[in-house]
């Protein structure tokens, strides 16, 4: 990798939630303590909603790092689920093994740990993450906890985050009285031209950069008009332009390394993103995650290749059967455990964000994002490698089978790598 390049003492743009990393421009600072509030009144309830990719995951880690002693946390990232499955997972996190309970020993014995942890002088919050996929039947759940008070006041605080149309869900009359015991909302917009400078500034420092500058001047505005600030799209687009400069051996990043990464992205600017994306729903009617790949539109006219026949398929496969069957096409698809993954694996052995996809019309890449348990190509781990037709890569318990569309059916045998770039195998960073 580019660190020892730069002289940097890890990744400044990895894509998974790092508390240190987190930039605290003013509107993140107002949702950080909207959550802290949660924990000062007794009726804390707050809704932090925001697009993807805006921070509302990192903001979360970053708070729970932070948090006293006497808290007790339940923190609920899977939100597809039932009523009864919402229940016990919240029993889960509490230190219970619920699962032959049925509906009202579930809710009896969360109201009794409650009011015991009140008694004992603690405080009990509950944090659920991705809260826009919860059905209706589950948010009347929480509004039922919620109303567990004692003589004095309520005893459980939380904290619901997503995506915007978590605020649309929660307006429905369906759920007047949960909206009325909210007691504050906020929503995250995207950083400024200004604040997306000073966010990529923070986390190179963090990274071990210091005062030197890695992103020349003139490239802070072109990163700007490529992202709209969203702080993950920021990420990708400076960490493939880290690795445009290494390649050239430069320990700078220019106009021409962010041109370069534009280019392997298959991105357009973020306003004309917009634009297509506004266009696609009202044409389908579909949510904000229609493209199959979230944030990454590929630019007209990319490729020669028809733009509707995907140039791979990801299969996921474990225990010998197949679960999954992703078609690849130009642009990244993030792999991991939570729901805002274009993938999710959901499984313990695997990480929140814990390996990413990147095709190209030329070129396939799987690339660790810095997971626990990593990923292994033939029993050797890697931190980043391209994929060649019926490469098996594992992740966890799980096994990534890549298929390339690109070949016809009767296939030359397996290479490697891509001549002349060979996979980097897991070590000192550099």
Known sequence: ????????????????????????????????????????????????????????????????REIQTDVVVAQINQTQVSAVDFLQAVLVQFGFSPFKMKKAELIATLNNFLIEQYSAGRKVLLIVDEAQNLSLRVLEEIRLLSGVETTKEKVLRIILAGQPELNEKLDAPELIQLAQRIRLRFHLQMLSAAETRAYIQHRLEVAGAGDRQ??????????????GGTPRLVNTLC?????????????????????SAVDELQWVEFSVRQQQQQARLAADGHGAHA????????????????????????LVATDGRTVQEVPLKVGRIIVGRTTDNDVQIDSRFVSRHHCQVIT??????IEDLNSTNGIYVKSKRVRRHYL??????????????YVDERLPRARAPFVETIPGVPSEPVGEPG
């Open 1 to 64: 990798m580019y660190l020892d390049l730069f002289k940097l003492k890890e990744l400044p743009f990895r894509l998974s939630p790092d508390p240190q990393f987190l930039y605290l421009s003013k509107q993140h600072a107002r949702a950080k303590a909207y959550m802290e509030s949660t924990i000062w009144f007794t009726d804390g309830f707050v809704v932090i909603t925001g697009e993807i990719g805006s921070g509302k995951t990192t903001l979360i880690e970053s708070f729970l």
């Open 214 to 227: 890695i992103f020349m001047e003139d490239t802070f505005p072109e990163i700007y008009r490529y992202t």
């Open 239 to 259: 960490d493939t332009a880290m690795m445009a400069a290494y390649t050239a051996n430069r320990d700078v990043v220019t106009l021409q390394d962010i041109a």
């Open 291 to 314: 493209t199959g790949v979230t944030g990454h539109l590929p630019a007209p006219g990319a490729g020669t290749h028809d733009p509707s026949a995907p140039l791979g398929r990801l």
């Open 360 to 365: 190209t019309p030329h070129a396939c890449v």
């Open 388 to 401: 060649n037709d019926g490469d098996v890569v594992l992740i966890g318990k799980h096994e990534l089978i």
